[in-house]
């Protein structure tokens, strides 16, 4: 899962493609820009530097790798008076494990 999750940013993509090392500032820049266009409320400060560059909000979300957003199960844990945990409870109310342990835990 956290292979999948991995993904290169803006300024990861734009540096190997081009082979250039980006100045800190323009990283940061490219960081803020990545994650409003990942909120999908690109700031008018950011549009009006990428119309400086020449660029377009489209442009550079071409340029973004996808994002991996896994898919969330919720169980619920039942323990005993120690913490162990008895039973992992799916959201349908089904036991998908149950766990036993002596006296001393094992």
Known sequence: ???KARHRSLAEVLQE???VTLPAELAVMLGRLERE???GAVSAES???LAQCGLTVEQMESQMEAEYIPERRLHLYHC???G???ALI???GETAWRGEYDEWGN
């Open 1 to 3: 899962e956290q292979a």
């Open 17 to 19: 493609d081009t082979g």
């Open 37 to 39: 266009l990942r909120a």
């Open 47 to 49: 549009e009006a530097w």
């Open 80 to 82: 005993d008076h120690r």
């Open 84 to 86: 162990l945990p008895q």
């Open 90 to 92: 799916s959201p349908e």
